[in-house]
């Protein structure tokens, strides 16, 4: 399992659900992986279980945010690692509400951790590699609402969209760097995010329906197509969205 052997990744959001499943692949494959999150107990959490599997990694409670933490976190993985290679930005929350009634409170928050932290912390990734002549792969956690609007996520599929045209933005400008950035748009993934309505027979019953494949997807398979995107299979792959959604886009477009 060496498909990433040698490289250093970031991935941020590392310490539960997709993002903890992406930072234990990229350690099976070789690769030395730094977290970042919020909550130090996940955080330390997941770092234990990759140390524990013969992995190298490391954990900071960073909020994308704000550049200062992330200015912090990404100077001390070059400080310790000395390369970054990968950066996977996943971070990111969902929380539904009717356009109607959304306060612009939820609107920011929203446009804040999902869009404005993809902003920061991929230039501040990107400026590295450039400077340091090195290429790399930047990989957005988008979803499929970045491609399709679903109903009381205004500010989630606004959020999300922007996150797939930032993608092609920093491939169409990076892309003599030896940088490629890929936006992947997940479907409906089994982690606490999505716990709520997995828990509520009705709902879920009713939310099958909608995929084709007539399930929910599991984190690790989110993690293979990030695996693809890391590394050298996808080397002629960039500005690309890649839909991983057991089918459900084809019904709601
Ligand atoms: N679960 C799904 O069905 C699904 C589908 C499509 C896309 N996604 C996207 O995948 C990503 C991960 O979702 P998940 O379901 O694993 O969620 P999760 O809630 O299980 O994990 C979210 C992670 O992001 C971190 N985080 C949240 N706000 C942060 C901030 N301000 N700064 C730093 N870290 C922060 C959390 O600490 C946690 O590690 C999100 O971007 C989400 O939009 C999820």
Same mark, same amino acid.
């Given at each position: 399992?060496?498909?990433? &052997?040698?490289? *250093? &990744?970031?991935?941020?959001?590392? !310490?539960?659900? @997709?993002?903890?499943? $992406?930072?234990?692949?990229?350690? %099976? ?5 730094? $977290? ?8 330390? /959490?997941?770092?234990?279980? =990759?140390?524990?599997?013969?992995? #190298? ?19 001390? *993985? ?13 971070? +990111? *929350? ?16 929203? $446009? ?15 400026? #590295? ?8 792969? =930047? =990989?957005?956690? !988008? ?6 609007? #679903? &109903? ?6 606004? !959020?999300? +969209? ?7 933005? @920093? ?20 982690? %606490? ?15 099958? %329906? ?6 929910? +997807? ?15 299979? !996808? ?13 459900? /886009? =084809?019904?709601?477009?």
């Amino acid at each position: 399992m060496t498909r990433l &052997a040698g490289k *250093v &990744a970031l991935v941020t959001g590392g !310490s539960l659900g @997709i993002g903890r499943a $992406i930072a234990h692949a990229f350690s %099976r494959e070789g690769a030395k992986v730094a $977290i970042c999150g919020r909550g130090k107990a996940a955080l330390e /959490l997941t770092v234990e279980e =990759i140390r524990q599997s013969g992995g #190298e990694a490391l954990a900071f409670e960073a909020d994308v945010q704000h550049p200062e933490p992330v200015d912090a976190m990404v100077d001390a *993985v070059l400080g310790a690692w000395g390369r970054l290679d990968v950066l996977v930005h996943n971070a +990111g *929350v969902n929380a539904p509400v009717p356009f109607l009634e959304m306060p612009l409170s939820q609107w920011d928050r929203h $446009i804040h951790i999902n869009l404005r932290g993809t902003f920061i912390v991929a230039q501040r990734v990107c400026k #590295e590699m450039v400077a340091r002549k090195q290429p790399g792969s =930047i =990989i957005f956690m !988008s979803s499929v609402n970045g491609l399709a609007a #679903e &109903a009381n996520l205004a500010h989630y599929n606004a !959020s999300k +969209g922007g996150m797939n045209l930032l993608a092609m933005s @920093i491939a169409l400008e990076l892309a003599p760097f030896g940088i490629r950035c890929n936006a992947l748009c997940p479907g409906f993934i089994e982690t %606490r995010l999505t716990k709520p309505v997995i828990d509520n027979a009705p709902a879920i019953a009713d939310y099958l %329906r909608t995929i084709p494949m007539g399930r929910v +997807g599991q984190p690790e398979e989110i993690a293979d197509a990030a695996l693809f995107l890391a590394g050298d299979e !996808s080397r002629y792959v960039t500005g690309h969205c890649l839909v991983v959604d057991g089918g459900q /886009l =084809i019904r709601l477009s």
